[in-house]
């Protein structure tokens, strides 16, 4: 096989401040493999994965993106998410401070324009109303996929792509009706995954790492047996229920949101990426041993998520950094 073959991506998935334990990973790779973000074909994220992928088509090192998510003054994730507006009925956090955090990375280019790098932000678009010869026409909801790998995907400046996948409702407003990539999936690897085989590459050429934001495990522990509408959105008084409210401001759990959006992520894109990939595949998602909310600022937590990266079994992943991850000219590259 050649090598010029081979197709890598790294796939970041959603979790807010959790992505802190993403880029500690990332960064215990890169110190043993410093090419690694040089010889990835494709970065993909959704909603914080995709605001890791941004800052790293900026130019951004793994140790600034920790710096990014553990700093408490500049424009840090912990700064921002400090300032939270607890009011159920608006954002928690405003929209436009993280669309501004993304101009003032990449200005007015386009996805279209990155160069040297495939890139893949998810996100959702909510639909809505338009008038046609005095009529209003419904506009149906669609699941978007801003990319440089397809023609007509990447007409759309990086500031918008990312700001639009990390737009989670209840945490922020949608942006230019895009709401989070969670409503696409909020792990984008089998996205990607698609997106390749789709541009040519053959899927036996294909490698996968994923890096997660910390599994927690979730179930309905109720008899749900006679469950009517009711409980299925608003769920009972369980003190035996671990799982926690899926959006800010939330005041209880909906286990039927949280079975169709967290569910079928943390379990099931990993599932379907092995079976396509097999041993090319690998997932880095540590279990974490309570919830993390997606906006903590705790120091407690966030040294809990940095200790948590540093530790991530990465043996399969570095395995595949040596085979997949070489340099054409010069072979595997490892310090």
């Not at 990973?25 to 040089?38: A, C, S, V």
């Not at 003032?104 to 998810?122: M, P, R, T, W």
């Not at 099931?268 to 097999?278: C, N, V, Y």
Request: glycine share 8%.
């Amino acid at each position: 096989m050649a090598e010029n073959t081979k197709f890598t991506i790294l796939s970041f998935v959603g979790g807010g401040i959790r992505g802190l334990m993403s880029v500690t990973i990332l960064n215990e790779l890169y110190t043993k493999f410093p090419h690694i973000l040089d010889n990835t074909d494709l970065i993909a994220g959704c909603s914080t994965g995709s605001i890791i992928t941004s800052e790293l088509l900026a130019g951004k090192t793994p140790p600034q993106l920790i710096t990014f998510f553990t700093e408490r003054t500049g424009r840090g994730e912990i700064e921002f998410y400090d300032n939270m507006n607890t009011n159920p009925k608006e954002p928690a956090y405003d929209i436009m401070d993280a669309y501004g955090s993304q101009f003032a990375l990449h200005g007015d280019k386009k996805v279209s324009a990155v160069e040297g790098k495939k890139v893949l932000f998810v996100s959702f678009n909510v639909g809505g109303l338009e008038v046609k010869n005095s009529l209003q026409t419904p506009i149906p909801w669609k699941p978007l996929m801003y990319t440089n790998m397809e023609p007509g995907l990447g007409d759309v400046t990086i500031a918008k792509a990312a700001t639009s996948s990390g737009a989670m409702p209840g945490q922020l407003g949608s942006y230019d009706g895009n709401v989070d990539g969670a409503f696409f999936n909020h792990d984008p690897t089998v996205a990607a995954i698609a997106l390749a085989v789709n541009a040519g590459h053959k899927l036996e050429d294909i490698t996968a790492i994923t890096f997660g934001t910390g599994y927690m495990p979730d179930w309905v522990a109720s008899d749900t047996h006679k469950w009517g509408a009711d409980q299925w959105m608003n769920g009972v008084a369980n003190p035996f229920n671990n799982t926690p409210p899926f959006l800010m401001n939330q005041a209880k759990p909906s286990p039927m949101l949280d079975m169709c959006l967290n569910g079928t992520s943390t379990e099931l894109m990993p599932m379907i990426a092995k079976m396509l990939l097999g041993d090319r595949y690998t997932n880095i998602n540590p279990t974490l041993p309570f919830f993390i909310p997606e906006n903590t600022t705790y120091q407690q937590a966030i040294d809990l998520l940095q200790d948590k990266g540093k530790h991530a079994d990465t043996a399969h992943a570095e395995v595949l950094l040596e085979k997949y991850w070489v340099d054409h000219v010069l072979g595997p590259v490892r310090t």
